[in-house]
């Protein structure tokens, strides 16, 4: 942890708990990719850059959430460079009323407002207006955010950000909370052709072998359609669903977690239900969900 690691001539992963990518050019000015969860990060980061006499020329948000972008408005600020991400990602680090509020359902209750749905706001400017160095490339990533992305770098490494998740985090629970999970399986499919090329998890050491991380995040995904099929064979609500799940999986019965599970199931239901696998029935007022007659 902690650790400025060399991929390529010019691509390093700098090790923390969200792995920052940083490509430097020729006249040593620096990429950055992703910024850590707070200011502490930003200042980490800003630190290593400055050991090696490096400057930053921009910021790459991945997405937005907070682990990624948090560290962002400290080293904006601090070194006057601009941040970009896609268009739909930097309203949320424009708003971080909105990544809980999103979650949630509404205006985000305090308890819900913890290290991680707390970015420091700060102006992010579209993706599209950035030049980017020659042989870069950004791939886009939909599925786990609104319109997340990673970053070729021309030494030909992968920042993948939160595409795929470690196997041993999905070992402790197959659930993540996961924006749109029919886009999330598309992007697990598509990872497979990065096979062999260095990709970099931002929460999982860099690997060659991605195909293999991809497969297991697609069972994961498995692993949660099927318990709700089987939970579903006798009708239940929503907040029934996360209890069994919430039992099962030994989450903890905090506010937070309990909200995250909460959307995550919804997440999994919107994709059975648009296969057709799941329906829904009201009963004393009490919205049930159940297999559908055709699954
Ligand atoms: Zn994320």
């Known amino acids: 942890m902690f650790e400025l690691i060399k991929l390529g001539d010019n691509t390093?992963?700098?090790?923390?708990?969200?792995?920052?990518?940083?490509?430097?050019?020729?006249?040593?000015?620096?990429?950055?990719?992703?910024?850590?969860?707070?200011?502490?990060?930003?200042?980490?980061?800003l630190s290593v850059i400055e050991e090696h006499g490096w400057t930053v020329e921009a910021v790459i948000l991945t997405h937005a959430h907070t682990d990624h972008a948090g560290g962002c408005r400290y080293i904006t600020e601090t070194t006057g460079c601009k941040a970009y991400a896609t268009a739909a990602?930097?309203?949320?680090?424009?708003?971080?009323?909105?990544?809980?509020?999103?979650?949630?359902?509404?205006?985000?209750?305090?308890?819900?407002?913890?290290?991680?749905?707390?970015?420091?706001?700060?102006?992010?400017?579209?993706?599209c207006?950035?030049?980017?160095?020659?042989?870069?490339?950004?791939?886009?990533?939909?599925?786990?955010?609104?319109?997340?992305?990673?970053v070729?770098?021309?030494?030909?490494?992968?920042?993948?950000?939160?595409?795929?998740?470690?196997?041993?985090t999905l070992t402790k629970c197959p659930m993540s909370y996961i924006f749109d999970?029919?886009?999330?399986?598309?992007?697990?499919?598509?990872?497979?052709?990065?096979?062999?090329?260095?990709?970099?998890p931002s929460h999982a050491?860099?690997?060659k072998d991605i195909a293999c991380l991809?497969?297991?995040?697609?069972?994961?995904?498995?692993?949660?359609?099927?318990?709700?099929?089987?939970?579903?064979?006798?009708?239940?609500?929503?907040e029934g669903l996360t209890a069994s799940l919430t039992c099962e999986w030994e989450l903890a019965d905090t506010y937070g977690q309990y909200v995250m599970t909460l959307s995550g199931v919804r997440g999994h239901l919107t994709y059975l239900r648009h296969r057709g696998e799941v329906d829904y029935h009201f009963e004393g007022h009490q919205m049930l969900w159940e297999l559908s007659d055709k699954a």
Do not use: W
């Not at 070729?152 to 041993?168: C, G, L, N």
């Open 205 to 207: 050491a860099p690997t």
């Open 152 to 168: 070729r770098t021309p030494d030909d490494v992968y920042f993948m950000a939160d595409s795929v998740i470690a196997a041993e």
């Open 89 to 127: 990602e930097r309203i949320f680090v424009e708003n971080p009323d909105l990544e809980p509020a999103m979650v949630y359902g509404a205006f985000p209750c305090r308890d819900f407002r913890g290290k991680f749905m707390n970015t420091p706001a700060c102006p992010v400017r579209d993706i």
């Open 12 to 45: 390093y992963c700098y090790t923390m708990p969200t792995n920052v990518g940083i490509y430097r050019r020729a006249d040593n000015r620096v990429y950055i990719i992703d910024t850590g969860v707070n200011e502490r990060s930003g200042k980490r980061i």
């Open 214 to 238: 991809a497969e297991k995040n697609r069972e994961a995904l498995d692993k949660v359609n099927s318990r709700l099929r089987d939970l579903l064979r006798t009708p239940e609500t929503l």
């Open 129 to 150: 207006e950035l030049q980017l160095p020659m042989g870069m490339e950004l791939i886009h990533l939909p599925g786990h955010f609104a319109d997340m992305i990673g």
């Open 181 to 200: 999970i029919e886009s999330q399986y598309r992007t697990l499919d598509m990872l497979k052709k990065y096979q062999g090329k260095l990709c970099v």
